[in-house]
Every structure is written in C-alpha cells, then in structure tokens.
C-alpha cells in the first residue's frame, strides 16, 4: 500500500476522531504516503501530524460541483491505492466513486456506497465509539480494534500559551452548535462558584462564543476568570488543555479535543447520550448527566431548542463534579 487517502469532510469533531485510524494506517504501512481530505476549516486539526503527507480541502460554500471536480482531478491523478471514506454523505461519497483509487472502502450509509469496494455497517446507539467504528474499516489490514486520537500543537502553539501555565488552572469550554447540546449558563456559573477562586478558571470558545463567556465572567462575580474566547487557534486551545488540572465541556469538539491531549475531562451530556459512540476517550474522564427522562435522548446531534419546552436533561446535577 503506497498511497493512502482518508475523506472525513463532517465536523470538528469528526476529523479529531478520525485521527486514530489515520495513524493506525501509518502504523500498518510505514511507508504509505497517506493524504485527508476534510472541510475548510477544520484542517488546521491535522498540521503537524507526523502522519499525514498532505491536506485537502473541500469548501462546500464555493460552488460544490465545481469543488467536487476539482478534488477527484487532483485525487485520480494521485493514483491512490485505497480510499477511506469515513463520510457518510452525499458529497464524498461523490468524490470516492470519482477519486480513480483501486480501492474504496466506507460506510453502506452513504448514497454512493454501490461503488465501495467494501463497505460496513455504522450503527449509532450501541455503545460503540466513532473511532471503533472508523477501525472497522482497516481491520483486515491488522488495525486495533480501538485507538486514541491524536493533536499535534506545535512549539509555537505551546510558547503561546504558555503565560497562561504559570498557576494552576481549569478550562470551561461553555457553547456548542446546537443548544440542547449546551449545559444552560446558570448551570456554569454553578459549577464555577463550584471550583472556587483558588485556582484560575479559562473560558475557552470560538470568536462567536465571547459574549456567552462574557456573562459568564461578569455574572460568577469571580476575579479569577479570564475570556480566552475568540483568543486562541483550535491547537493553542489543545497545547493549553492538555495541562489543565480539569476541562470542562459539552457533547462537542472541546470534548475531542481533551479526548486527543488524553487531558482529564468532565463532560455533560444533555440531550445526546454516550451510547451514540462520541463520549471522552481520555484516561481520567467523566460523564455527567440526567438520567431516566423519557425525552432523552431527543436526537443524534442536538436542537437549537427543547422539542418540549423545558430542558430538564440540562439540569445537571454537579454535586459529584470532579475538580
């Protein structure tokens, strides 16, 4: 195996996760020169990773058949041997059918996986975890069955952050993309009054999520919170969790991210379930949530708001919280 290409175009999340078979792949076939294909945005993710030779980018927002033709141009005149395709939409089920690779292999949930080589089952709500279901697909090659995803920080990224590593330190990742994902802010404001003010307390999110860590800092009426929001690149986030003596976070990215840095992790899950296969991987983890509500889980991703109105499964209860 000379050439290898992985296609995860989904979420931040997703591309961590994916992380675990690509270097399984490298550790299988040292030699093979392995590109990733991933959406714009997320490829920051992979720099630095010692395993990957190149990264493609798929801008969904700038005229995706276009997009679309102008990858499997560069990917059939690539001439790779086999295309993992851990995607299981639409659009790079496209681009796997037109990649002239020898191989394909996916997941039989894709639209186009007629034209996998092989393909395989991914079933959501057994246990079974993302990156068990990603190995699947590289088993008779002789993957794990299970492996830890990996981020690379640069010593940049950790030169950056490191002003910040001079006491010790919780981070609080607080928002998410869907809001049933999202553990209410009067939830986080308890759990900060939680942690004290004896050790300082990060509140880690992208540019849009400033404002809500800003009501968190004023509303704590805390002097040890400081608003890294908007402040930090997706691995200056990663350098600056790994040594924190806690993460705090959502069923989201943040979470994956602790899982990459194997930092230890709390984290709450509202309305998704860890049984969907995306629940922490890190050594020191923890689950917190509400248990037995009929309503739960509600949905595989999450909602902008409660299909009933109430939100009872973001109602926590932190007395058991690790710090």
């Not at 393909?119 to 068990?132: A, P, S, W």
């Not at 009929?294 to 058991?320: Q, T, V, W």
Request: aromatic share 10%; hydrophobic share 40%; charged share 20%.
């Amino acid at each position: 195996m000379n050439k290898i290409l992985f296609i995860q175009t989904a979420f931040l999340g997703d591309v961590i996760l994916a992380t675990a078979a690509i270097a399984e792949a490298k550790r299988i076939f040292p030699n093979a020169s392995i590109d990733v294909l991933v959406k714009k945005g997320n490829e920051s993710l992979l720099q630095n990773n010692p395993s990957i030779h190149n990264i493609y980018i798929f801008n969904k927002s700038n005229k995706k058949l276009s997009e679309i033709f102008r990858l499997t141009n560069i990917f059939r005149a690539n001439r790779y041997d086999i295309v993992f395709n851990f995607h299981r939409f639409g659009s790079s089920g496209i681009i796997t059918l037109l990649s002239g690779a020898k191989k394909k292999y996916g997941f039989k949930k894709n639209p186009f996986s007629w034209s996998y080589t092989k393909k395989f089952e991914h079933n959501i709500g057994n246990g079974q975890h993302e990156v068990e279901r990603n190995l699947q697909l590289l088993q008779e090659f002789g993957a794990a069955t299970t492996a830890q995803p990996e981020l690379y920080p640069s010593q940049e990224n950790y030169e950056k952050v490191k002003p910040y590593k001079t006491q010790t330190y919780y981070c609080i990742a607080p928002a998410s993309v869907w809001f049933t994902k999202q553990l209410p802010e009067h939830k986080w404001i308890e759990l900060i009054q939680i942690l004290g003010t004896k050790h300082c307390i990060y509140l880690l999110g992208a540019p849009n999520d400033v404002e809500l860590c800003e009501r968190l800092q004023i509303n704590s009426k805390q002097n040890n919170i400081i608003n890294l929001a908007g402040k930090l690149s997706l691995l200056e986030s990663a350098a600056l969790m790994k040594d924190a003596k806690r993460n705090y976070v959502n069923d989201s990215g943040p979470l994956h991210i602790a899982s990459a840095m194997n930092a230890p992790v709390t984290a709450f899950f509202c309305s998704t379930i860890t049984d969907f296969g995306f629940g922490p991987l890190s050594n020191d983890k923890q689950v917190l949530e509400v248990k037995n509500l009929d309503c739960r889980p509600c949905g595989l991703h999450g909602y902008k708001a409660c299909p009933l109105g109430h939100f009872k499964c973001g109602e926590i209860n932190l007395l058991s919280v690790k710090k």
